[in-house]
């Protein structure tokens, strides 16, 4: 479907608005952030089903809070504006973030939201998995009120979330990473231009002595239909040293917690040989910030 042939569009000036509309109209309504997955999903005729627009560029939520428990940011943040963030650019445990932003090109980042990237729930995204590994939290709004929601609980199925019908996204927590914490992304693509056949995402706090008292592996980009956690490389990895072979293993644990898909782009084996490589190598890549940044 073209978005010139969409019914409806709405925009409202507040969120109890935007609640009333989705309550309303359901499935057939669809939330505009940034506009660069609706976009592409009506490029791809995608939109079936879907013939109401809701914008939310009007509800003022392009703010970033800085604080001592971390970042509050807004669902209409572009990816631009977030990148700038000081924090962003200089704690080594949100280098996972700050290495996922750099991969779009300038079109995405300035169109782009964060909102608009955990919304859409798709594993070929890089944001979302670089926020996974960092702990974050999706802040929604509805009806009886706004909630918090674990990243890692948010994505249901491929373009599913755990969202209600009368809520939507509002904006980000990022906690503060604790001392001794480092974080890496990484992920492989054809092109600049494209999106992930695989992305992994690590952060890692570690002691005085240099073992690992915390990790979080975060994998997407086709490794499963959602942006997932791999509980055997972050078993495998705490209370441990992270030597070279250490980090390895790690890459190989993930493959029992992943269901790659195959497509024109790769293969599921391709898939899962590279989401081992790639954990790898994001754990070295955080291992060589710590390095730097002491």
Same mark, same amino acid.
């Given at each position: 479907m073209? &978005?010139?042939?969409?019914?409806?569009?709405?925009?409202?000036g507040n969120g109890r608005e935007v609640v009333a509309l989705l309550q309303e109209y359901g499935e057939r309504a669809l939330i505009l952030a940034g506009g660069s997955f609706v976009?592409?999903?009506?490029?791809?005729?995608?939109?079936? $089903?879907?013939?109401?627009?809701?914008?939310?560029q009007?509800?003022? &939520?392009?703010?970033? *809070? @800085?604080?001592? !428990?971390?970042?509050?940011?807004?669902?209409?943040?572009?990816?631009?504006?977030?990148?700038?963030?000081?924090?962003?650019q200089n704690d080594p445990g949100w280098g996972a973030v700050k290495d996922a932003l750099s991969y779009p090109p300038a079109q995405i980042m300035n169109a782009a939201t964060v909102g608009g990237s955990i919304a859409a729930v798709c594993p070929y995204f890089d944001l979302p998995t670089a926020l996974l590994a960092v702990g974050g939290k999706v802040k929604v709004e509805s009806n009886t009120g706004s909630r918090e929601i674990n990243l890692k609980d948010f994505s249901t199925s491929l373009f599913e979330s755990s969202l209600g019908v009368d809520e939507f996204v509002t904006g980000l927590v990022l906690p503060q990473p604790v001392s001794g914490s480092v974080s890496a992304f990484? =992920?492989? +693509? @054809?092109? +600049?231009? !494209?999106?992930?056949?695989?992305? *992994?995402?690590?952060?890692?706090?570690?002691?005085?002595?240099?073992?690992?008292?915390?990790?979080?592996?975060? &994998? $997407?980009? $086709? *490794?499963?239909e959602i942006t997932l956690r791999s509980a055997a490389a972050e078993k495998l990895?705490?209370?441990? =040293? &992270?030597? !070279?072979?250490?980090? =390895? +293993?790690?890459? @190989?644990?993930?493959?029992?917690?992943?269901?790659p898909m195959a497509d024109h782009r790769a293969s599921a084996e391709y898939r899962s040989a590279m989401a081992s490589v790639l954990t790898e190598r994001a754990l070295q890549r955080a291992i060589a910030r710590l390095t730097r940044s002491s």
């Open positions: 073209s &978005l010139a042939t969409f019914e409806n569009y709405f925009l409202p976009h592409g999903l009506a490029a791809r005729d995608l939109l079936s $089903g879907v013939d109401v627009f809701i914008d939310i009007k509800l003022g &939520l392009a703010n970033i *809070v @800085t604080d001592p !428990d971390g970042l509050q940011v807004g669902a209409m943040t572009r990816f631009t504006d977030f990148e700038k963030v000081p924090e962003i990484i =992920k492989l +693509a @054809t092109n +600049a231009n !494209d999106l992930a056949i695989v992305n *992994v995402a690590v952060q890692i706090n570690l002691d005085r002595s240099g073992v690992c008292r915390s990790a979080s592996v975060a &994998l $997407g980009g $086709g *490794v499963n990895l705490e209370g441990q =040293k &992270l030597t !070279d072979e250490l980090m =390895k +293993a790690a890459g @190989t644990a993930v493959q029992v917690d992943i269901s």
